[in-house]
């Protein structure tokens, strides 16, 4: 069973930074091949992609966060982050971290996870942590 929990949220003015964490538990990164991705969503919006970690490590990013958001993973790869800087009132919203999986003998080359990917494509859902700038 795979669990996803989100952390780090909170109220910070803007030009802040804030630094999300997803403590993710139950995968099984011997039998499959995951990626996982951060998603932010505003009442009444679709929840639109913000970062995205490949299964080799390859990051990517909505043009909204690039150069201001960094995300990354702890080396046992079971806790996944987002660090914000330089925040804007604009990038208030509720923030979902998700991870998709692949069993490994239907991988052919790295899982993507890009920033642009679609959300039918994962999985497993935490349930999101608020930031309000």
């Known amino acids: 069973h795979v669990q996803l929990v989100e ?17 993710a538990s139950g995968l099984t990164y011997s039998r499959h091949a995951i990626c996982m991705a951060w998603f932010r969503q505003v009442p009444g919006k679709e ?11 390859s990051t990517s990013y909505a043009d909204s ?3 201001r958001f960094t995300i990354s ?5 079971n806790t996944l982050y987002l660090q914000m800087n330089s925040l804007k009132p604009e990038d208030t919203a509720i923030y979902y971290c998700a991870a998709r ?3 490994r003998p239907f991988l052919r080359g790295p899982l993507r996870c890009l920033a ?10 935490g349930q999101g ?4 700038v």
């Open 73 to 77: 993973q702890g080396n046992a790869k």
């Open 47 to 57: 929840r639109e992609g913000v970062a995205g970690i490949d299964s080799d490590g």
């Open 65 to 67: 966060a690039k150069g």
């Open 116 to 125: 642009t990917q679609a959300q039918g494509d994962f999985s497993d859902w």
């Open 7 to 23: 952390s780090g949220g909170g109220s910070v003015q803007a030009g802040g930074s804030l630094r999300l964490s997803c403590a």
């Open 129 to 132: 942590t608020q930031v309000t």
């Open 101 to 103: 999986r692949l069993a």
